[in-house]
């Protein structure tokens, strides 16, 4: 009887459209987290170079940004369907959604994939003597380097930051004309 009860206030609290929207927005960006890590870890293990740079007296590999870049760009793709189709459930112009959808993801990705990524692996590997490749922990025979302790604690800014530019300013919803006509009396 109990969980027939918090089944019920499940499907209530679903029936709530912001929360809907936030469960959904929640699953897809933790999908597109999965795209983006999954995409990161394949180029990783396959190209193999380096580009050192020395940043303030602190050598960096700038080869782990680029591919970080492309993961983001495979990631991007997968955000904005899913954005537009099972989350925001708008109309608008695709090519206008897609162009503001970019340019907010630009300033993320600049801000907190470019910048607090690098920042990141630059005071892991300098400062506190954690070389990007050394192995943090093995999971199901995956080995996880420790570049993946940055790429989590910038993708929660980054989850952040993507729902409030989606909200604000990219899948905005028209109003009804019923909804912007004042009350009669």
């Known amino acids: 009887m109990a969980q027939e009860n918090e089944s019920s206030k499940i499907k209530a609290l ?11 927005y929640f699953v897809f960006g933790v999908l597109t987290t999965v795209v983006n890590f999954i995409a990161f870890a394949i180029l990783r293990n396959t190209l193999h170079a380096e580009w050192p740079v020395n940043i303030f007296g602190w050598s960096f590999d700038l080869f782990v940004t680029f591919l970080n870049s492309i993961a983001w ?16 459930h708008t109309k608008g112009n695709v090519v206008k959604e897609f162009i503001s959808f970019v340019v907010a993801r630009l300033f993320t990705f600049f801000a907190f994939e470019v910048g607090m990524f690098s920042l990141g692996v630059m005071v892991m590997e300098n400062a506190l003597h954690m070389p990007e490749d050394d192995i943090l922990i093995e999971l199901f ?5 420790n570049v993946f302790i940055i790429k989590i604690i910038v993708a929660v800014f980054v989850v952040v930051a993507n729902y409030i530019f989606s909200k604000l300013f990219i899948f905005k919803k028209k109003k009804d004309s019923k909804e912007e006509a004042p009350a009669e009396t």
């Open 14 to 24: 679903m029936k709530n459209e912001k929360i809907r929207e936030l469960f959904w």
């Open 73 to 88: 760009v495979v990631a991007i793709v997968f955000a904005y369907v899913t954005n537009k189709l099972f989350v925001f």
């Open 141 to 145: 025979g995956f080995k996880i380097a």
